[in-house]
């Protein structure tokens, strides 16, 4: 089969396995009449996970009773205006909202946290227990000791976990957060040297005019495999540049590979950076970047060389600016980035980043990595990526950063088919939301340090821990976390790190005081609540959503309508917020005197007026109500965004403190001098950006012998993180196993579908195994997400921790925030197996 015919096949058919139908009587966007059963009623809903796609979906029932889930078929299918196919996730979305674990009704617990021993109570009880806790934790301790933890499980539109900040900020605020789970390295790593926030590389579109991709941990065919995200892109624009030369670095062979690449280059977890400094090194000491790329790295870069850092700190220190005049204090023109690839100067006391010396740290042999090198001084258009598994490790800062520095050194940014490192551009349908107002809490923590600030966030400075909105370094918080809020959160055991440490910390009542889970499900976080309430699901739900934030090409907003009632006694996430707020005397003021539907008229009606929605198709209708009934609505922007296009081309200043690309971070060096670091192996700070070899990494000596296998974790299609675990068809579909080298099996005497533990200092999992030629020896690779399930009758494992059956990767991982994200570095782990007793 041809490359091209291939490459067609897959993009009708990667994305959507199963359609169901395709009508094709409409050569436009304007939707069809659906032939429905008589008996059976037509809705709009849509699958609001975080994948960053929000795919709508047909909704159809009978007497109160959903009976089946399509996808959208509504119009021809013709990329551009295309069907917006969920994947098999979205239309398994009967069996989520029918789950033998639904939640039905409030409930308190009455065992210990994490026992899962619950009675129910009404509605009245479960607003009243939280509002008097509410009152009490603010009058004892201050607006800072209460926590809506980070959740991303529901992206609605109007009745989402926001409404408990709208809430809170009546009462006078709460501790909040900067960050995600998804992204905190690579957002400062892209702070730190474009002054953007990581997603500003060029839109995936644009591949159809590169002539090479160079893909770090890029997977859009498996984390974004709707039919309208950035997969569904991926593949079009691969069908539309058939020639493209195609290498991607990962340790897995992913399904966005599959006969789709040129090559792949398996890499052991965490060294990524050492791949791009050997590079780096080629391009240097060929003399090739002084002949082709010195002259923008001149022009538009600080760092490469002693000369533009000593201009810099010059510039700075006669700025009248009063941060800058600090920073350059701080700024060493001797720590440059050409002295340290080749290893002069201040670094000659350490080896040439040479191929030869990223082969045995990689694992890529130095011939490929000089060819890899070759391949991108020969493009005149590339287009290189991080993916943001590459973020997620130990220092990932570092990592992201040394992979930005190889599209500085081609010199061909600013030109359509190239781009800096950086994620794909995407754009969104505006839709507008329940207003929040504002926090009067200014101090925020880390996203990732919740768990730490329990017992010790009163100490936590900016100097220690990245707190921002204190007075200072040195001011500490002030307060510890006595309340959590999670709504539509895993976070709060099964997505962070070090589940058994987590778990410990949330059983111990001097810490928190009220734990409150609001959810769908009986999630493993649920079980250590102190009061549960049930959410309702997507199907039961009217509300007015976009296309969230990595659907690609296109833009869409789905005017959901719930297709049922809410089911048992569920209610709303607004709906309980209002009654909290009732409690605690602020009702009159969270609802407005609006009704329900009053809001999501004038929700409705902001969404229609924003310019950016002009040429929606079809047009939206007069009122919300009449926009139910048509349900899905689109828009292609023809986005085709080039990475630093204005500042190339049009000498825009960038939001860095020089306003150039910062390859030596001034603000970075300031950091290194005044920030605590080196809590844990090799988490250090540098104006530059560098490999360093860290904690579980490949080269960390002090866990190498006891935990000899790398464990990657991947995003599987069976899941969106841990949303959907609970749904059989799925788990059925994507088997939730972890991948193994034949070399390796055979050394370990394994053979596919053997239970095996797995484990480290932090826990044990059982989980079964498969072979594979598609991970690399030496590293393992087990899917993210699923329910952490301690063994029933108390097993432990090799070193003591209780055996947990459901798999979850994150009884292995570790919490050890990051040195300036303060982020998650949960791809760092290592392990040893041993068959299962």
Request: hydrophobic share 35%; net charge negative.
């Amino acid at each position: 089969m041809e490359r091209r015919s291939f490459l067609k096949m897959s993009a009708a058919l990667g994305c959507a396995a199963t359609v169901t139908g395709c009508n094709t009587s409409s050569k436009d966007a304007e939707p069809l009449p659906p032939e429905v059963p008589v008996d059976e009623t037509l809705t709009w809903s849509a699958c609001l996970v975080n994948c960053g796609s929000n795919c709508p979906v047909k909704v159809f029932s009978q007497d109160g009773i959903i009976t089946r889930v399509e996808a959208d078929h509504e119009v021809e299918d013709e990329y551009g205006l295309h069907q917006i196919r969920a994947c098999a996730r979205g239309r398994s979305l009967r069996q989520r909202t029918y789950a033998t674990d639904r939640l039905k009704t409030p409930m308190k617990r009455i065992g210990e946290r994490g026992e899962g021993k619950f009675i129910p109570i009404t509605w009245e009880e479960a607003a009243s227990t939280i509002a008097t806790q509410l009152n009490k934790t603010i009058a004892e301790h201050g607006n800072k000791s209460i926590f809506r933890s980070y959740g991303s499980g529901a992206y609605y539109g109007f009745a989402s976990n926001a409404c408990f900040n709208r809430l809170f900020n009546l009462v006078g605020g709460c501790l909040s957060y900067y960050g995600n789970y998804s992204w905190a390295q690579q957002i400062e790593a892209a702070k730190h040297t474009f002054g953007t926030s990581s997603t500003a590389g060029s839109s995936t579109v644009t591949l159809d005019q590169s002539d090479f991709l160079l893909g770090f941990a890029y997977n859009p065919s498996e984390i974004r495999q709707s039919g309208s995200g950035e997969g569904y892109d991926y593949l079009n624009a691969l069908q539309r540049n058939n020639g493209l030369k195609v290498t991607l670095i990962d340790p897995r062979y992913t399904d966005s590979m599959l006969g789709k690449e040129s090559t792949w280059l398996p890499i052991r977890p965490g060294t990524d950076a050492a791949l791009a400094e050997a590079m780096a090194y080629i391009m240097i000491s060929s003399g090739w970047v002084e002949r082709n790329s010195i002259d923008f790295i001149n022009n538009h870069t600080v760092g490469y060389d002693a000369a533009s850092i000593l201009a810099q700190k010059l510039a700075f220190e006669t700025s009248g600016d009063a941060t800058k005049i600090e920073y350059a204090q701080h700024m060493n023109s001797e720590d440059n980035y050409y002295d340290y690839i080749m290893a002069q100067g201040i670094y000659s006391d350490r080896a040439p980043r040479t191929p030869e010396w990223a082969q045995s740290i990689t694992g890529i042999p130095a011939a490929k990595i000089k060819q890899l090198a070759d391949d991108l001084m020969a493009a005149q258009k590339p287009y290189i990526v991080a993916g943001a598994g590459v973020n997620r490790q130990a220092n990932g800062e570092q990592s992201v950063r040394a992979i930005y520095m190889l599209s500085v050194l081609a010199g061909k940014l600013g030109v359509e088919g190239s781009s800096n490192g950086e994620l794909p551009n995407m754009t969104s349908a505006y839709r507008a939301g329940i207003p929040t107002g504002a926090n009067p809490v200014k101090e925020q923590i880390s996203f990732f340090c919740w768990s730490e600030a329990i017992h010790n966030g009163e100490t936590m400075t900016a100097r220690t821990h990245g707190v921002t909105g204190t007075d200072g370094l040195d001011t500490p918080l002030g307060n510890n976390i006595k309340v959590i809020i999670s709504a539509s959160d895993s976070s709060l055991l099964n997505q962070h790190a070090d589940i058994n440490g987590t778990a410990e910390i949330l059983k111990d009542e001097s810490g928190v005081e009220l734990i409150v889970s609001c959810d769908c499900w009986m999630t493993p976080g649920a079980k250590f609540a102190d009061i549960i309430i049930p959410d309702t699901s997507w199907l039961e739900s009217n509300d007015l959503v976009n296309d969230s934030y990595a659907s690609g090409s296109l833009d869409y907003i789905t005017a959901m309508k719930a297709a049922v009632e809410p089911i048992w006694d569920c209610k709303s996430m607004y709906q309980v917020s209002a009654m909290i707020a009732d409690a605690m005397g602020v009702g009159a003021e969270f609802t407005e005197g609006k009704t329900e539907d009053d809001w999501l008229e004038e929700l409705y009606q902001q969404t229609k007026a924003n310019a950016g929605n002009a040429d929606i198709k079809p047009a939206f209708p007069a009122t919300y109500k009449e926009a139910q009934d048509i349900g899905l609505f689109r828009n292609n922007t023809h986005n085709r965004h080039v990475a630093l296009e204005s500042f190339v081309n049009g000498g825009e200043a960038l939001s860095t403190p020089s306003g150039k690309i910062e390859i030596y971070s001034a603000e970075l060096a300031w950091r290194a001098a005044n920030w605590e670091q080196d809590k844990y192996k090799g988490d250090i700070i540098t104006p530059l950006p560098q490999y360093t070899v860290t904690w579980d990494g490949y080269e960390d000596e002090d866990t190498k012998e006891d935990y000899p296998l790398q464990l990657a974790g991947y995003h599987t299609k069976g899941r969106t993180h841990s949303s959907y675990h609970n749904v059989p068809w799925l788990r059925e579909a994507v088997e939730d196993a972890v991948w193994i080298n034949a070399i390796d099996a055979q050394e370990y005497g394994v053979t596919s579908g053997d239970k095996i533990e797995m484990y480290n200092e932090r826990g044990s999992i059982e989980v079964v195994v498969r072979i594979t030629p598609r991970v690399a020896p030496g590293i393992v690779a087990l899917g993210q997400g699923a329910w952490f399930s301690p063994d029933p009758n108390g097993r432990t494992g090799s070193t003591g921790k209780v055996i947990d059956i459901g798999g979850a990767i994150n009884s292995l991982t570790k919490y050890a925030p990051t040195p300036i994200a303060k982020g998650n570095p949960q791809h760092t782990n290592r392990v040893q197996i041993r068959k299962a007793i």
